[in-house]
């Protein structure tokens, strides 16, 4: 039996075969209903779900300087350093010192004369 497009069930979503720019009717074709006469009720989208978030690690590394508390002992240890003025990390061309390794890297991109040193390429190479 040939059936039309009239008798064809549809819902409320975006057609997945045609032009979003050119549609006029956000429904889409679902089925046909169970008579041919009378379509299924419209069904609404489904609401998503979400993933349930990670549950966050206690932050269990305190500062004794100013009681900021860190998720890692690494971030508390690289913290301290504000409060001492350790600066761990040195040029070994100027010896200028950094506080971390990423200010000692950017340096070697700025400075010429650091970055073709012979000691800043024996430090790459370990």
Known sequence: ???????????????????????????????????????????????????????????????????????RKYDLSRHVRTHTGDKPYECPHCRKAFFRTDGRTRHFQIEVSCRNSPEVFALRRE
């Open 1 to 71: 039996m040939e059936r039309t497009l009239e008798e064809a069930v549809y819902v409320n979503s975006p057609s997945p075969c045609s032009d979003i720019s050119t549609q006029t009717d956000d429904t889409y074709f679902t089925g046909w209903s169970d008579d041919s006469r009378q379509p299924l009720d419209k069904i609404q989208k489904p609401i998503p779900i979400r993933k349930p978030t990670k549950t966050a690690n206690p932050k269990v590394h305190q500062c004794l300087f100013c009681s900021k508390t860190f998720t």
